[in-house]
């Protein structure tokens, strides 16, 4: 608690409230103090909240909280809607303190959301309005009305999208500073190159041999992406091929365990549950709920219940209690169980209906389970495909445990012949940079000789043009292998597709029988469920119909709760003010000393006369002051002579010692 009004101080004394608040003032606030304070913040919000709280009725400034408090999804500490309007009401500071607490630590995330409500809420308007389709007009605008809180809502994501992704403008200057630098050293770059390849005396052929270079180059990427799509489709074709053997798996698994009869039966089984179901339990479920609606709202026209009403209700039913109580009593004495002798069969056929309900309810879960959980093992199955991995049986699994053990012993090999490798790698890094440190003598003695005999360029230009042809040697031999390649992968799978179709003729035999039995099968399950879906719609039209009167009937019944507290509520206040104000009077006119008693007149009669002349002490004190401030001035300024002068004698005491 104190930890949450710590932190409510602290943001009240920012922007943008600049409220001289602390923990202690915070705590002596008031009811209307508190309430003003909490209108105070929603007005940041919201200009409608702004305004003294005095000038409004409280009812119309609960209402006003609790619509505030709504859109901005603050849920209260408790369930109890009437106690929480209530407590709004007379501003209990327990209740208003967690709304200031919740208001001002998400403070920028609210403002947000209420400016939204202002767009998106939409209008509460009786259903008989919107419902009504005789009345077109009334349709279009509030069709025209949806679409528009729609378009704003997409515009306002659209515009927090753009507001993420957008950079600053000194980001945007610092890039194109970067690109043109990027520019000027291209150009230089370019001319550069320009002016070395003038130089040149083959020129042309040179460069006719690097745009070769460069398209063999592309031709020889083009070809890599064409490889690679190539084993991309070919691994989908293996992935499609695993998961039709793992269906045909399945498909013979499920032949093979249970045959037509088996499925019948399964069939016929739930049939009865569905025929049950629909039958017996929805009925029954559907007459309680009737029951309910009439219940509500025959409470809904009658008029407002008042205590009266309610004791008289009580003792109505003390008294049908009691007449029941009374002729069960007699029945069960008429009814003896030595005389009737259906009394065991009436209790077992209870027993068993009790059992049937409590079997279908959990039919109905285990149904919804194994819905669930098939659709998670074929949403599984569907990734582990994907994926390239297959699920491993008995034999399958121990000949991939025999394979790792294989591949664990090829590591530890290819692990010592790595740390060889390595060794060896050492000593020729050390050789390569000696033979580099040579070469770079050489090259610095080459580079003066050709200066010397005025031949300067000649060994880059001739290296140059032996790295071109190599390059071109090189993809030219890359070029008919990759088409060799190409062409021995096609040949292999067609082969592959050649034999899985041969293995798989036989098996797509017996698999044909057993579709024509799923195709009849199949027309029997969907005669049956259009029918089942027929009942289903009829079912819930009629409880979409008495949900919607439940609950307009629940929102009346919760109004009605809310306005009955609230006068009960107000009642007490004007009560307690009633009773203060006759306990005033009643001091105030009593005659003699023993019966009166001081009354609040009194009492602030004698603290004003205590305060007058306290005030008129302090102006006398005032007065004096001013009468001999000129002398105590010039006191003052004597005393401050002497103590500089005694100073001055201190320092020349001081430095004659010295």
């Not at 208001?103 to 409500?117: G, H, I, P, S, V």
């Not at 005789?134 to 997409?154: G, I, K, P, V």
């Not at 104000?581 to 001081?598: F, P, S």
Request: net charge positive.
């Amino acid at each position: 608690m104190t930890e949450e009004v710590r932190k409510i101080v602290e943001i009240l004394k920012e922007k943008p409230f600049r409220r001289e608040t602390t923990t202690i003032s915070f705590h002596s606030l008031g009811p209307e103090q508190i309430i003003q304070l909490t209108n105070d913040v929603l007005a940041q919000f919201d200009s409608v909240h702004s305004g003294d709280i005095r000038e409004e009725a409280p009812d119309a400034r609960a209402g006003r909280f609790l619509t505030a408090l709504k859109n901005l999804k603050y849920t209260p500490p408790s369930n109890d809607v009437s106690s929480f309007r209530q407590a709004i009401v007379l501003g209990d500071k327990d209740v208003y303190r967690s709304i200031l607490y919740y208001l001002l630590t998400n403070f920028e995330a609210l403002k947000t959301r209420a400016y939204l409500a202002r767009f998106l809420v939409k209008l509460h308007l009786p259903p008989e309005f919107t419902q009504d389709l005789s009345d077109t007009q009334m349709q279009d605008a509030w069709q025209n009305y949806q679409e528009l809180q729609e378009r704003f809502a997409n515009c306002h994501r659209d515009y927090v999208e753009l507001k993420k992704q957008s950079h600053g403008t000194g980001e945007i200057r610092n890039d194109v500073t970067t690109m043109e630098e990027e520019k000027e050293n291209l150009t230089k770059r370019v001319a550069r190159v320009r002016n070395k390849i003038e130089t040149i005396p083959n020129k042309d052929e040179v460069l006719a041999i690097a745009q070769s270079m460069r398209k063999e180059k592309e031709r020889a990427e083009d070809l890599k992406l064409r490889i690679q799509q190539q084993r991309r489709q070919m691994q989908l074709s293996e992935q499609r091929l695993q998961t039709l053997r793992q269906s045909l798996q399945e498909a013979k698994h499920s032949g093979a365990n249970s045959g037509p009869e088996s499925i019948i039966s399964r069939m016929e089984e739930d049939n009865r549950v569905n025929k049950y179901l629909i039958e017996e339990k929805l009925p029954k479920e559907l007459k309680n709920r009737k029951k309910i609606l009439q219940s509500l709202q025959q409470v809904a026209r009658n008029p407002a219940v008042t205590q009266n009403d309610l004791d008289l209700i009580d003792s109505d039913v003390q008294k049908l209690n009691a007449q029941i109580n009374e002729l069960v009593e007699k029945r069960m004495v008429r009814n003896h169980p030595t005389k009737d002798k259906l009394t065991l069969y009436r209790q077992q056929a209870s027993i068993l209906q009790h059992k049937k309900e409590t079997l279908s309810e959990t039919v109905q879960e285990k149904q919804e389970e194994l819905k669930n959980f098939e659709e998670e093992m074929r949403v599984k199955r569907q990734h582990f495909a994907e994926t390239g991995g297959e699920v491993l049986s008995g034999d399958n699994f121990k000949k991939y445990v025999s394979k790792v053990r294989v591949k664990n012993a090829q590591y530890k090999q290819l692990r010592t012949q790595l740390s060889e490798f390595k060794a060896e790698h050492g000593v020729l890094s050390r050789t390569e940079q000696v033979l580099k440190q040579k070469h770079e003598h050489l090259l610095k003695s080459l580079k003066t000789k050709e200066t010397k005999f005025g031949i300067t360029g000649f060994r880059e230009t001739q290296d140059e043009l032996e790295k071109v042809s190599s390059k071109k040697s090189e993809l030219d031999n890359v070029k008919h292998k990759t088409l060799d390649d190409m062409s021995m992968s096609v040949q292999r799978l067609n082969a592959v597709i050649q034999d899985k179709r041969q293995e798989l003729a036989p098996q797509i035999r017996e698999l044909r029988p057993l579709r024509q039995k799923n195709q009849e099968l199949t027309q029997d399950w969907e005669e049956k469920k259009k029918r089942y879906d027929g009942i289903l719609a009829g079912l819930e039209s009629n409880r979409s119909q008495l949900e919607k009167t439940v609950a307009g009937l629940r929102e009346i019944c919760h109004e009605n709760e809310s306005r009955y507290f609230y006068l009960k509520s107000m009642n007490k206040i004007i009560e307690v003010q009633l009773d203060r104000a006759n306990k005033e009077l009643r001091n105030y006119m009593a005659a003699t000393g023993a019966d009166k008693q001081k009354s609040y007149r009194d009492v602030y009669n004698k603290k004003i006369q205590e305060q007058e002349n306290k005030a008129k002490a302090l102006r006398e004190q005032q007065k004096r002051v001013r009468e001999n401030q000129d002398q105590n001035q010039r006191q003052m300024e004597v005393w401050c002579d002497l103590d500089k002068i005694l100073q001055c004698k201190l320092e020349c005491m001081k430095d004659m010692q010295v």
